[in-house]
Every structure is written in C-alpha cells, then in structure tokens.
C-alpha cells in the first residue's frame, strides 16, 4: 500500500509493526487504548518524528525513509510548519535545538533564538497598532514590523543540515514547498488559531491578503489554506543558499518592507545572523541515574534542570503521582525556581548569568528545603481539609483567548541514534502578524517577550539576545545515550510542562504518550507577572485533589476544564536499547503526532 506524500508515493508502514511492538515492549495493547486519552503511542524501530501536526511528521518521516537522518528529518519537519502551523512558527521565526550525535557521542545545543535589531528605539513604539497577544507577558503590547526579532529559524535550520545533515535544502524543503503550493486542511485546532489571533493581522494590508480568506475572514474546517508566495521564497532559498535570506536580494526586500512600514531590521542586522548561530555546550544535571542535558541562557531552560533536581530530594512515589502532596511540592517547587529565572536569565554577552550557583547542590538544597517549609505553612493553614467550593462547578471561562500562543515543538530519533529536539516559535500569533511585502514571510513578535524596564536580566536592547522559555528542552542519557527527549510549547508554561512530562515517564513509569497526555498544570507567571498567584489546572486531576490545593490556599483556575492548550503541547520519544524500539508520543492538546516506521 502506498500513500500520496506532497507529489511523492511513499509506502505505507504495516500496521502490524505497532502490535508487534507492544508485544515485544510487554504492553498490552488494551492499556495502551483504553485510557482516557484514547491515543496509543507511536511506534517504530528505524526512526520517530514527533511533532504537533501529521503533516510535518510525515514530512520527517520521508527524510529517514530516502535514507536521511535525524537532522534531515527535524529540518523537513519544522519547515513543513510553515505550512502546516503558520500561526505558530516559520523562517521568519526563532528557535532552539539540541542535538546528540550519535558518531560523536555528543550532546550539542544551537540557538537561533533571534536578536533585538541595532537601530531598535522603544520610543517610537508609541502609537503602534496594539493587540493581545493571549501568552498574557504583553511586555511591549504591540503588534507589526516594530516588535519583530531578527529571525534566526533559517540559519539554524541549515546550521544544523550544513554540519550533520547529509541532504539538501532543496530535498528537505520539498514536502514545505509542496504543502504552500498545494494547500493544507484546516484542522478545528487551526480555526480556532485563526479566530483567536484575527486582530493581530488585520493592521497589515499583506497580512489580510495572504493569511484572510478573499472576503476578509479566517480559515473554517474544510478550507484549504496556501501561502504560495513563501513557496516561492523558498524555492529561491533553494536556489540560491540560505545567504539569499540573509545577505541577499531577499535581505534587501525584507530591510526595505520593514523601512517603509516603521519597523527597524536592516539589511546588516539580517547579514550578522549566521556567525552568531554556532554551536554550544549544553548545560546539565544528574537526575536519578540520568545526565540531563538541556539548553545555556539566554535559554531559561535552567528553570527546568533546577526543578526536577529539587524534587529529586523528595520522595515522589510514596506522595502519588498528581496526589495533592505531590503537586503542592511541584507547584512550589516551580514557584522558586521561576523567580530565578525571571531575575537572572538573559543574554550571556551582556548580563552575568549565575549558572554554576543556580545549578549548585547547596543552593538546590536550601531551596528543597523552602519547598519543604512552604508546603507546611500550606498544610497547617488547610489542617487537612478543602475549603467546601468545588472548582468542577466554575464552568469554562469564555472570556479567556487561549487560542493565540505562538509555539511549537518537534522530536526525532533516527536509526543511528541520533536524537534531535527543536523548540521554535513566532511568539504570537502569526507572530507580529506582520507579512513583508510578497514574500509571503510572517514575521515574529519576539521583542514582546522582553522587559520594556531597563537594568534587567532580560531588558529590550540593541543587539541582545532574547532571553526565553522556547529555550527549555530536555533529553534524558544513561550509560552515554539518550533514552527520553522531550519539549513543549507554552509560553513560560514551557518551563513547567516539560518537567511534569519527564517525571511522569521517569518517576511514574508511564509510556511517553500517557506521560503527555496525563493532566498537567500550570503557574500563571509571565513576564511581569512574577511572583505568580493563580495556578492553572486541568480538571481531570479530580475535584478531591483541586478542593485540597484550595483549601492550602493555592489560587486555581479551573475554567478551561478537563483539557487545556494553556499547559502545552508535548512531544517527545523514548529509546529501548534492550529491544530496539522506539516510542513517540505527541499531545491531544494540539494536532501533535508521532510516527514511527
């Protein structure tokens, strides 16, 4: 059997391999299945694509079938989103990678997480055109060309394919082209994204065109959404090399757009990207037997290594997993840890990051030993009993907008055993909502995710880079190879959403996918939003759990009910060196898919 992939025929993986699978693994096929999220886990034994659409998965998965590997494949799977997501990411976007080599037994992290344009002028923000952005940060509160990053996604993308890729751009862009050439099926999820981020696009006369339907409406169920004018964009790319796009007949197209519509990238911020796109030395923990490897600032992915090691000290089996012990432990756990994060994390070439004494045992051990404290305080106040209001009965809150965060994230393993986990975003909605002139490029909003105060880790300046939670992903060794990689989207979400994942597999032996779609929570603790208040929690933890946490005294917000995108939308595989299988899971939450082959 064969299935049509873009204009390609490709043959179809037996579904028996996913029986066959579970049995070698010793999972019952009817554990898999009968759970509450209904969805087994992807298997495979020659490579896993993990991501937050089919499309792009299988954009991947083309890669290892042609004989790619695990970087061909994450490159195809990330510029297929800009077809597949274009509210989410894109060329004209930022990310973070990290990768293991298999050949080289190393875990190495690249950012690309974008730069504040040289001739940046807060002072001209005013009178920008505004608009939520839904992430709730709302640092500089605008949309259009003035809030966008200089956009590193393309350089990072073919960093990576340049120095372990063995394809082209040309052959991993293809199924990216073909799906902007030919149309993409708009899902619930994608109508609901474009109703939620419509005023971020309506200020711009190319964005109504290219990202509005003729009568000026967003894309329904049913519709097919094309973006042919970046098809032809990276056709050039193609032809031309990514230098097309940073210090070429493009860069100069971009640099004039946004001359003539206020904003303030130049053609020498876009020709300064490549050379700062190198490789880096991860940071890392021990965890539980496990080397932790995870992104250096300005990714706050720190956040995430600080937590898992304070809760390290805690004996997590015995409290339960999502008992109402366990999450108060972890909810303030990741309390302290974003005030570290919020204070310290930002550009390393103009702030001093203190990453050794973050990371340090006695630092780690005197906030365990808060942890501890708080949640006593807590206890003591509820003396064991909720305050009698159920937060079942508060009902969805239909004045919230989570339809409007702007980022994704996609994993995959190859038959070698090279392991890839990318995070990458537009930071709003279609970003800044901005498309420069006929590109067909929309542009980031990634600025707004800085601080408008000066003197601060984190401060907006000319130059800098941008400090951000896109940089939290995780990949989980022992005995010197990968056995987890994981990552979420989220918002500062990212920072907590990925640990509870971990753990869930780690500590509570779930496969990757029940661990994705176990109920999860989140602080509400954006930028400028620190110290938090209010937590907010999917219902499905139930109503005896939520009515304890009330009585402690933490502030939920239950209006989104059982399942909510608010708390991310994981994607991550396990390896099975004793077998060799590999298990992908990807979040309901979203459109996210794993396939395995």
């Known amino acids: 059997m064969y299935y049509l992939f873009g204009q390609h025929l490709i043959k179809a993986l037996p579904v028996y391999l996913v029986f066959f699978g579970m049995c070698f693994l010793g999972i019952s096929v009817e554990a898999q299945v009968a759970k509450e999220n209904l969805r087994p886990a992807a298997l495979g034994k020659r490579g896993m694509v993990a991501t937050a659409n089919p499309l792009a998965s299988l954009a991947g998965q083309e890669m290892l079938i042609r004989g790619g590997n695990a970087i061909d494949a994450i490159v195809a799977a990330a510029a297929a989103l800009n077809a597949a997501e274009p509210y989410m990411s894109g060329v004209a976007g930022v990310g973070y990678l990290l990768y293991y080599d298999a050949k080289e037994n190393k875990t190495r992290s690249l950012v690309f997480g974008g730069w504040v344009p040289e001739t940046f002028d807060a002072a001209k923000l005013r009178g920008a055109a505004m608009a939520e952005d839904g992430a709730g940060h709302g640092a500089i509160e605008t949309v259009g060309p003035k809030i966008v990053a200089v956009p590193g996604n393309l350089a990072g993308w073919n960093r990576a394919l340049t120095d372990y890729g063995t394809m082209s751009l040309g052959q991993v862009f293809a199924p990216a082209i073909s799906y902007l050439e030919n149309g993409v099926p708009i899902t619930e999820f994608d109508q609901a994204m474009w109703e939620g981020t419509l005023q971020r696009v309506l200020p711009h ?22 973006n042919k004018p970046l098809a032809r964009t990276m056709r050039n790319i193609v032809e031309k090399g990514a230098d097309y796009f940073y210090k070429g007949e493009l860069a100069k197209e971009i640099a004039a757009a946004f001359k003539a519509d206020g904003g303030f990238i130049t053609v020498a911020d876009l020709a300064a990207v490549p050379d700062k796109v190198q490789w880096v030395e991860p940071i890392s923990i021990t965890y539980k037997g496990y080397t932790v490897y995870n992104n250096p600032p300005p990714g706050m992915g720190i956040q995430q290594l600080q937590t898992l090691k304070i809760m390290e000290g805690f004996d997590v089996n015995q409290m339960g997993h999502n008992s109402t012990a366990y999450l108060a432990h972890l909810m303030e756990t990741i309390y302290l840890c974003r005030l570290d994060t919020d204070k310290y994390v930002g550009d390393p070439a103009y702030v001093d990051v203190p990453v050794e004494r973050l990371l340090s045992d006695a630092y780690l051990d005197q906030q365990r030993e808060k942890v501890r404290q708080r949640v006593a305080e807590r206890m003591k106040q509820a003396n064991g009993v909720g305050d009698g209001t159920s937060p079942l009965a ?18 995959v ?22 498309v420069a002139g006929k590109t067909g490029l929309i542009f980031n909003s990634a600025l707004d995710w800085m601080s408008k105060e000066p003197g601060l880790a984190n401060s907006v300046e000319p130059g800098k880079g941008i400090g951000w939670c896109v940089g939290g992903m995780m990949q989980f060794h022992r005995n010197g190879r990968p056995e987890l990689i994981v990552g979420s989207p989220g918002s500062f979400g990212i920072l907590q959403s990925v640990p509870q994942v971990a753990m869930n ?90 396939v395995g082959w």
Not at 394 to 411: E, F, K, V
């Open 394 to 411: 508060q009902g969805i809150n239909a004045d919230y907008a989570p339809y409007q965060y702007a980022t994704t994230s996609l994993s």
């Open 505 to 594: 597999h780690i500590d509570f032996g779930m496969n990757i996918q029940d661990a994705i779609s176990a109920p999860r929570f989140r602080w509400k603790d954006e930028l400028g939003s620190v110290p938090a208040t209010e937590v907010i929690m999917e219902t499905r933890v139930g109503e005896k759990v939520l009515s304890e946490l009330q009585g402690m005294g933490f502030q939920l917000d239950t209006g989104l009910g059982p399942w909510s995108m608010t708390v991310g939308g994981a994607q991550g595989i396990t390896i099975d060196y004793g077998t060799g299988w590999l298990m992908g899971g990807a979040d309901p939450r979203r459109n996210g898919y794993a």
């Open 413 to 434: 393993v190859d038959e070698q055993g090279n392991a890839a986990v990318i995070i990458q975003t537009h930071g709003g909605g279609f970003g800044s909502g901005y």
């Open 205 to 226: 006369p190319a964005s109504v065109e290219l990202l509005l339907k003729a009568d000026k409406t967003t894309f329904k169920i049913g519709d097919f959404f094309t």
